[in-house]
């Protein structure tokens, strides 16, 4: 007998009838005999809707009030589900996030929790009822109701899973799990039992956009095993952990092959090569509110240096302007720039202990005649920046020559 | 300088463009230096829409669930009036029933309120703000949301009112005040700039849906002058106060003519004078969840006595079911019944110091022809059942034998 939170999104809430599988699955861990805690957001579309009536009334809505309104979308639904779970036996009672009460800050629209109440929660468990929280939402010190940002269901889950000392947050979504690469992409692709904190991180920010981040940062933090599971499909899903798996000899040492198509490469060259000069040209950069990814910097020759970083390509019109006012200033000789490249990254804790598999990573790309841009590397991450019409072939070779393919049907 | 509470209903704030409307009525009286709390309901339509979405899932849903969700509606008006209000530079703020927190008692669905803290709302006003609060909903004291049942706005205003010592509570409609009658049916019905708790009391019951009943009670009690007025047309509607107006010769004696086509009639004949025959005929009936309006029981002949009695149209079929099992069992003569009546009732304070209104009346009706079936009397109102057919010429004639006529035009 465990205690489980579980969070449903907004697709798997979608209608009434949704509600009602979702019950039905609810239901079942509760005849296991687990103590079953649901975390809901808001039924697609119903967030969208009343963003749509406010701004009806007005384009730039009073933010504390915009929570008030929000907050609804979750409450409709962990009514719903509660009327659901009585309808087939199975004792429910919901909470807004004010009601635990989840104390939050009073940044509206992107609070972050600061403590939960879990009395009534234990109390509900302790007379046998399923408990159901309203995701993405909490109240401040002086009692108004704030939201997390858009998708903090999530992050709501894994701070109720924490507050409890639940045995695992399992997070229902419309995959099966984290796979190796974008199955998409490459057809052999293996969904992973397990992968850790930091991999997840890694791979999310990367482009795998199963999880929010923040979530996955907490649940690290605080030890709370993760799962993701697919909310109408049989499964296991992916159990998201500690690395603390070192039995397993077997292990591979590359988790994932993760890309990113969105991003975008500025060159300025020719750079008179004193101190200061990366914030120099990095600087303005930032204070346009321009999120920098990978910096290269070249040896300086002639006095002068080379710089390149990528920004997403939303922002790369914006950077280039930004760059060439920058390049006039300090004297640079030439900006370039081009949205048609990719990032490529293999990630995994095995690097830790494996040297040298950078260069197996540049070995299988180089087989491929595939030219390398920029390199940047973290601890259990090295990433290669690539043009973009490569990205497919790069990802395939990477997938064979780590070991991920799965074998052969 | 006043402490106002308006309350807007559904129809009012049934769209973006309405909650604006009211917005700009709500900024006139704060620019004239009064203090504002509004008090608004559901956008019109929307709380069938919540209650279609449980009925999808569940046809008896929880109370307590149903309160959750329902709740949402009103909370989705605050924040879009607050944010409309904000928008014309008037500062406002929205609360819930729980965040203010009206206290009520644990009766899902049709909660009483049992205390209000002014203190935060108090608090704002003093700040300067526009008070928004959820009508209809409130909190119980272990913090589980309740509602007071369908148009209970009503009473969340007058009891804010009663609270804050309003000086007045203003409540918006479609219609611009209490007529002496339907307009509908009489043309030259005029609207009454003042009538009393109790005459509003007898009028409501009697049909004119203007007022929650509940409210009009509540405001009573408390005393807290009630204001009756259009949502979008200017004028100073009808005041309804206590009788007060002593100073006022010219007072007339009957302020209204209500009228009721809803009801039905029964009678039992030959039913055997004993003690406690009404007792054995009415109590099924109540038993049977029928209201029961009006009763007449006749003198006793040859030891049996004759009872008529009124229920509403939509029991007449369950309730004659129940009285022929009852004159079985009792060895009653005769059942009869129709739908075919109305009830016509004059109402107003000013009878109690004036003998003769009751027989004023009946002239007026034999002089029209119209038979009178049954007699009803309370202290302020005269109610006579008659064939529905005549309904329209019974009112006209009492509204002109009256005086009630409005000048011709």
């Given at each position: 007998m465990a205690l489980i939170v579980q969070k449903f999104g907004g697709t798997s809430v979608g209608s009434p009838e949704r509600i009602e599988q979702v019950a039905e699955k609810v239901a079942k861990f509760r005849a296991a005999g687990d103590d079953v805690v649901v975390v809901v957001s808001a039924m697609s579309g119903e967030t969208n809707r009343l963003l749509g009536l406010a701004k009806q009334v007005c384009t730039r809505p009073s933010l504390r009030e915009m929570d008030v309104m929000i907050a609804t979308g979750e409450q409709v639904t962990i009514a719903l589900l509660a009327i659901a779970l009585n309808k087939i036996g199975v004792p429910a009672v919901s909470f807004t996030g004010a009601q635990v009460p989840i104390v939050t800050d009073s940044e509206h629209g992107k609070a972050r929790i600061?403590?939960?109440?879990?009395t009534k929660i234990t109390a509900q468990l302790n007379a046998g009822k399923v408990v159901i929280v309203a995701g993405f939402q909490g109240v401040d010190e002086q009692g108004n109701i704030t939201t997390l940002g858009r998708g903090g269901s999530d992050t709501t889950a894994v701070a109720l899973a924490a507050a409890l000392k639940a045995d695992e947050c399992q997070i229902y979504t419309d995959v099966d799990g984290v796979y190796t690469t974008d199955p998409r992409v490459v057809s052999r692709a293996q969904r992973l039992e397990r992968i850790t904190f930091e991999e997840m991180l890694e791979m999310a920010s990367l482009g795998?956009?199963?999880?929010?981040l923040r979530s996955v940062e907490f649940a690290g933090k605080y030890n709370v095993p993760l799962r993701v599971l697919h909310s109408f499909q049989e499964g296991s899903g992916t159990l998201i952990t500690t690395d603390d798996n070192e039995d397993n000899m077997e292990q591979p040492i590359i988790s994932g092959i993760a890309f990113n198509r969105d991003e975008a490469k500025l060159t300025i060259r020719?750079?008179?090569?004193?101190?200061g000069v990366a914030f120099k040209i990095l600087g303005p950069i930032s204070a346009a509110n321009i999120d920098i990814d990978m910096i290269v910097q070249n040896v300086a020759q002639d006095n002068t240096t080379d710089f390149t970083f990528t920004v997403n390509n939303v922002d790369y019109d914006k950077a280039l302007d930004v760059l060439q006012a920058t390049a006039k200033e300090i004297g640079a000789t030439e900006v370039s720039g081009t949205t048609s490249i990719a990032k490529v990254s293999i990630v995994g804790v095995g690097m830790r202990s494996h040297p040298g598999v950078a260069s197996r990573m540049f070995e299988a790309l180089a087989k491929e005649n595939i030219n390398i841009q920029m390199i940047s590397t973290s601890e259990i991450r090295v990433s290669v920046v690539i043009d973009e019409k490569y990205v497919e072939l790069a990802v395939r070779a990477l997938h064979t020559a780590f070991g991920l393919d799965a074998p052969e049907k």
């Open positions: 600061l403590s939960i109440d879990e795998s956009k199963i999880l929010q020719g750079v008179p090569d004193t101190p």
